[in-house]
């Protein structure tokens, strides 16, 4: 019913920048919080960054003062603008959004399909 397609991940060096979008299309009445994670090999998926229908936002403390989160919600669109990245930041990053469907007017939790960042010299 809702399809959330990720862009923009990549190679980058150290201390380079990179965003990540990701947008959301289908049976969308209204899209409450929107997050991107993320999952290095061998370990747990984490969250990175969450953003309320309000523009409040919440950060992992790894990432406070080098990422944004921001959304855009006439596109249903989230962004992840990362700036001075570091080899730790190298993982699958994935979209998040808790969508109440026009369906059935119900909120369900969909994910997108992941973009591969490395950061890497």
């Known amino acids: 019913q809702v399809q959330l397609v990720e862009s923009g991940g990549g190679l980058v060096q150290p201390g380079g920048a990179l965003r990540l979008s990701c947008a959301a299309s289908?049976?969308?009445?209204?899209?409450?919080?929107m997050a991107w994670y993320r999952q290095a090999p061998g370990k747990q998926r984490e969250l990175v960054a969450h953003?309320?229908?309000?523009?409040?936002?919440i950060y992992a403390d790894s990432v406070k003062g080098r990422f944004t989160i921001s959304r855009d919600n006439a596109k249903n669109t989230v962004y992840l603008q990362m700036n001075s990245l570091k080899p730790e930041d190298t993982a699958v990053y994935y979209c998040?959004?808790?969508?109440?469907?026009?369906?059935?007017?119900?909120?369900?939790?969909?994910w997108g399909q992941g973009t591969q960042v490395t950061v890497s010299s």
């Open positions: 998040n959004a808790v969508v109440v469907v026009t369906t059935t007017m119900s909120a369900g939790y969909y």
């Open positions: 953003i309320g229908s309000g523009g409040s936002t």
């Open positions: 289908g049976s969308i009445f209204r899209i409450n919080a």
